[in-house]
């Protein structure tokens, strides 16, 4: 796949996703012996943040040090860097630490990831942004969360902010120490931390919010279900090819993010079994409409509208809904298109057959597919450049006020 599109996997879902999501008192019964620790405490993902760095950003959050974080961090990008010696002695002490690899990390399977999402990007493109992103817009918490939070004001922005931590993960040499996973993973936990000292403080927020801290170890698994374990589900749905150490591999890359999120090990899932279970129980049952959710997806979707796509607004109402379910696609009042609707159905499986060499003949409308892709790539690409991608920044507030 070319560069372009390979560095807009998960663009969409990265605009909205790693924000937060969670059943509102729900018990937690997923049990952590199939876990990639094997054995936990039981407690409830939900209740467990990340305190560590929680109260180091806090105290940078209110000591008006933001600036001098962001500034700092701004040129370190690659694994190969050293920790930048300007920021808060806390938060580099910190990141020396937190940059490390679990103990129990592949190597073999880190690298065959690396191959593994080069083959695989088209479909996770499509699978990330226009599944995994709009899916998020019905996760309740997770679409208040980022509405009411700074980014949720420019949401192209945010995206093309944020989009970096789905980009560096598929990069081949992402945990290699020419990649740059290590640095986006630790910079996206901090920007966190920032949000889980900020929202709180927003009434706007808190009129709308069932908790009161966002962003738990059980918000993000939930994001994570809503693009790895969704992303794993429509491969296996859609007849890709994978061998079952491509699917380990797969899976080893997103159980090392969860970790450097500051997921505990104890919940994050051993095998993709374990995955979908997971999900069952904790991401299929809390989908539903809200109105920052709505106003979010509309957002977005219009976004790809300025783009020359190759398509109308209502083929791309019908791919979300090929993708997520007449539902959903109800719920977002994304009107309806039979001829697009048709196509799709008809032409996305032979789009994946010619791609894969089993069919030997190009489909009819392998182009326009082809085209969709390329288009989506630039609509959330650092606003439509292809040059140079915008760097993740810690916030200094919330959602401005109207």
Known sequence: MPEL?????????????????????AA?????????????????????????IDQIMASIVDNGQVAQVNDAMRNWVHNWQPVPSALPTDLKNYFQESTKLPDWVDWWKLRRAGDFHRRM??????????????????????AKSVYWSKGGADMQDRAAKTFAFGYDLTDKDAFEWSGEFKVTAN??????AAVRHLLP????????????IPISNGDILVTFHSTGTFAHKMLKQWDVPMSDYDEASFLHAWQVALHYLGVQDEYIPATWDEAHAQADATLTPILGWTPEGQDLAEVLLGLTAQVDL????????????????DEIGDWLGLFRDETSKKIIEEGWPLYIKFRESL???????????????KGLAMAFLNKGSSTQTTPIEVPDTNRPSY
């Open 28 to 52: 937690w019964a997923w049990p952590s012996t199939g876990s990639v620790a094997g054995s936990g405490s039981g407690l409830d993902p939900q209740q467990v943040w990340d305190p560590q």
């Open 310 to 325: 190759g398509v109308t607004r209502g083929f791309l109402n019908e791919f979300v809904r090929y993708m997520l379910g």
């Open 359 to 373: 069919i030997p003949v190009m489909p009819t409308n392998f182009m326009l597919f082809d085209k969709f892709v």
């Open 201 to 212: 403080q927003s009434p706007h927020w808190q009129a709308v919010a069932d908790e009161q």
């Open 5 to 25: 599109n390979r560095r807009s996997v998960l663009t969409l879902g990265a605009a909205l996703g790693f924000a937060g999501a969670a059943v509102p008192g």
């Open 121 to 142: 990007d088209s479909y996770l493109f499509f699978i990330y942004g226009v599944g995994g992103g709009i899916m998020s817009t019905v996760i309740p918490r997770e």
């Open 187 to 192: 910079k996206t936990r901090i920007v966190h």
